[in-house]
């Protein structure tokens, strides 16, 4: 089994910074990359940011040059940090792994719970 969590969220004003956790843990021989995408009401959900183990990133263009993303190999934990948020940026945000457990297995996507992302004043 694998558990992927997340942490973070919350209530920030525009202009404001939040920083999302979330750590995979459990049967895991190594992963691939992780990465979060969001979902706001009545939209489909998105990629925002995601990252391999080597570093490599990819950004939703919405969020370049305001949104971080990094990652912890020996944790297994990447974290988003947000900076400059608008109110656009509210959404539920679910963080994912694809994670390497066996041979046979091979790469599977475990998801997390999501968190609650709102910007508003």
């Known amino acids: 089994q694998v558990q992927v969590v997340e942490s973070g969220g919350g209530l920030v004003q525009p202009g404001g910074s939040l920083r999302l956790s979330c750590a995979a843990s459990g049967s895991i021989f190594s992963i691939n990359d992780m990465g979060w995408y969001r979902q706001s009401p009545g939209k489909e959900r998105d990629l925002v940011a995601r990252?391999?183990?080597?570093?490599?990133?990819n950004y939703a263009d919405s969020v370049k040059g305001r949104f971080t993303i990094s990652i912890d190999n020996a944790k297994n934990t990447v974290y988003l940090q947000m900076n400059s948020l608008k109110p656009e940026d509210t959404a539920y945000y679910s963080c994912y792994a694809n994670v390497f457990r066996t041979a046979v297995a091979g790469y599977s996507r475990y998801w997390g719970q999501g968190t609650q992302v709102t910007v508003s004043s």
């Open positions: 990252i391999t183990t080597g570093g490599s990133t």
